[in-house]
C-alpha cells in the first residue's frame, strides 16, 4: 500500500494529468478494524484521481458518494462493480458517457433515477445484477443520446421515455433458474416492459424448464401493448413439454429470431409446435457434421429418435 501511496503522491505534487484509473481489489470490503485504517488512504487516492482529471474510472467493493465523482465533470465512463452508493449533494454531469452498475448496492431506492436524471447525454448503461430495483417505483432513463443498453439478471421497472434514434444495441438476460416464477404474470411483466422501448436488439431468456402457462387472458389484457424485439435467444436445461410455455414466450417477445439452444428432445419439441405457426417464415438447424446451418426438413419427432439428450441448436424467423 505505502508504493501505491507514494506513486500517488508524485501524481499529486506534480500535477500529472489521470487519464484512467481502476481501484479493483476484493480486500476492500473493510470487514475488520485492520481494513478500515485504509479508508482515508483510498480516499486520498480517490481525491487525488478526481483532481488530476481521471476521464475513465473503475471502482471495485468501495462505499463512496457517487456524485461527489461527477461533479468534478471529468470522468467520462464509470464502471462500479459491488460497490454501495452514499446518498450526497445531487449534482448534473454532461461529461459522463458511459456508466456500468454491477452488483451495486443503491441505499437510496431514489438514488438510481436521480442518477439517470444527472447524466442526460449517457450513450451506454450496464446494469448488472443490482438487487432491489424490481420493487422500487418504475425508474426512467431520460438520456437522447442513448446508444448502448444493457440490463441482466431480472425484469426491472425501467422504461426509456424519450428514446434516442442513436440507440444501436439494447439487450437484456433473463436467468430463471428458480422456474417456479415464470408463470401467467411474469410473462405479462416482460411483454409491458419490452413495450417500453421501440425494439430490443436481443433479448435472452434461461430457464430450468418450461413451466404451464395460463395464457387464456393475455392477450385481452395487453392490447395496448406491442414489443418489438429483434433477437430472443432461449436456453432450457431440463426436458419437457408445454406448449404454452412456448407460446408465451413468442407472445411475450414476438422476436423477428427465435433461437433456441437446448437437448433434441427440446428442439425437436420447439420445431414440432411452430412449424406450423402462421407467423413462422423458416426454421434452421445447425449440423453437428457439416458445421453449417440447414433449413428443417420436418417430421413430427424425427429429429429426437436418437441421442435426446445431446444439446443442439435451432432458429427460427417470424413475421409479424
Known sequence: MKIVDDIMGRYRDGKIPIEKFELSDD????????????????????????????????????????????????????????CILLPS?????????????????????????TLLNSCPLIESFIFEYCKGLETMNPQKIKSVSLKFLKIRFYIPQLKIVRESRQLKYSRIVLQ?????????????????????????????????????????????????????????????????????FVDALVWSCQPRRLNVHSTREKITFFIDHLMYMKNLIKAYKFDRKKESWHPVEHKSGELATTNSEMWDWCYFLLDW
Open 27 to 82: 480486500r476492500l470490503f473493510f470487514e475488520n478494524s485492520h481494513e478500515v485504517l485504509l479508508v482515508p488512504m483510498i480516499d486520498k487516492w480517490l481525491d487525488i484521481v478526481l483532481t488530476n482529471g481521471v476521464k475513465d474510472l473503475t471502482i471495485s467493493s468501495y462505499p463512496l458518494f457517487i456524485f461527489a465523482i461527477l461533479a468534478l465533470k471529468s470522468v467520462r465512463k464509470l464502471v462500479l462493480e459491488s
Open 176 to 244: 430463471c433458474l428458480d422456474s417456479d416464477n415464470v408463470n401467467a404474470a411474469w410473462f405479462c411483466k416482460l411483454r409491458k416492459f419490452l413495450s417500453n422501448s421501440i425494439s430490443w436488439s436481443e433479448v435472452l431468456i434461461e430457464s430450468y424448464r418450461c413451466n404451464d402457462i395460463n395464457i387464456q387472458n393475455l392477450q385481452l389484457d395487453h392490447k395496448d401493448s406491442n414489443p418489438h424485439v429483434d433477437v430472443l435467444n432461449v436456453i432450457i436445461w431440463k426436458n419437457g413439454e408445454s406448449p404454452t
Open 89 to 113: 449533494v445531487v449534482v448534473n454531469c454532461n461529461s459522463l458517457r458511459k456508466l456500468s452498475l454491477s452488483y451495486v448496492r443503491l441505499v437510496d431506492e431514489n438514488m438510481l433515477q
